[in-house]
């Protein structure tokens, strides 16, 4: 059973470009969330997710981000015009229920804005 | 602040000793998770404690849970060199369909041989 895939593992992005980040769930996990995470911090939260619904998105950037989970294919998480401080690893996670129970992680993309 | 904040920021020990890191927090949770971070790579979970729980065992890791001070401490016995990495709290706080993790700033562990 394959863990919670992201791609690409590192992205490089000039100034102003866009970054699309992918994540597909572990399989049976219909609940997908974003964090991000700074270098020397912990994660933060950033948006939760279910099958073609946004469910809480109170810690995503007001501009520029957006996410969505299709009914077809994997999560993304797309960062339009992105400046220097989105540079960050961005981890997906899943989980089999909505209930406050344990998350599997994948292993992060890593962005990093030149 | 954060809701969860973990004591100390970084930790080195030998090999064979037993490390104790801490996590506070503020708000009532449903659950409370550790989780461990190696360098450069994701979380992996350790264990999860209920908010109606005070202490759980897996291994070599026992975990208490004190509601009445908003508190948990994670403790790893017999540490060994592949216990090296970030070690991270997060609570569940279950509101409505919403179930997301608040971490803390998490615990640097450095085991020496």
């Known amino acids: 059973n394959a863990g919670v895939m992201q791609n690409p593992r590192h992205l490089v992005r000039r100034r102003g470009q866009e970054a699309r980040l992918r994540c597909s769930p572990m399989?049976?996990?219909?609940?997908v969330y974003w964090y991000r995470q700074l270098p020397e911090e912990g994660l933060k939260f950033m948006v939760y997710?279910?099958?073609?619904?946004?469910?809480?998105e109170s810690g995503m950037p007001k501009e520029r981000f957006s996410a969505e989970f299709p009914k077809e294919g994997p999560s993304i998480l797309r960062i339009q015009q992105v400046v220097r401080g989105d540079s960050a690893a961005y981890f997906c996670?899943?989980?089999?229920?909505?209930?406050?129970?344990?998350?599997?992680f994948g292993p992060g993309t890593r962005l990093t804005v030149t | 602040s954060q809701q969860g904040e973990e004591d100390p920021q970084a930790l080195s020990i030998q090999e064979g000793e037993n490390a104790t890191m801490n996590c506070s927090y503020k708000?009532?949770?449903?659950?409370l998770q550790w989780y461990r971070q190696n360098s450069g790579r994701g979380l992996v979970h350790l264990i999860l404690i209920r908010s109606n729980e005070r202490e759980k065992h897996s291994g070599r890791l026992r975990v208490t849970l004190d509601t009445s001070k908003k508190s948990s401490s994670l403790l790893i016995t017999a540490s060994r060199a592949a216990d090296t990495a970030s070690y991270f709290c997060?609570?569940?706080?279950?509101?409505?369909?919403?179930?997301?993790?608040?971490f803390g700033t998490g615990t640097r562990l450095q085991v020496t041989l």
């Open positions: 399989k049976g996990h219909s609940h």
């Open positions: 997710l279910q099958k073609e619904n946004i469910i809480d």
């Open positions: 996670a899943s989980s089999p229920s909505s209930g406050p129970s344990e998350q599997y």
């Open positions: 997060a609570t569940a706080i279950n509101t409505g369909t919403a179930s997301k993790l608040t």
């Open positions: 708000t009532s949770i449903n659950n």
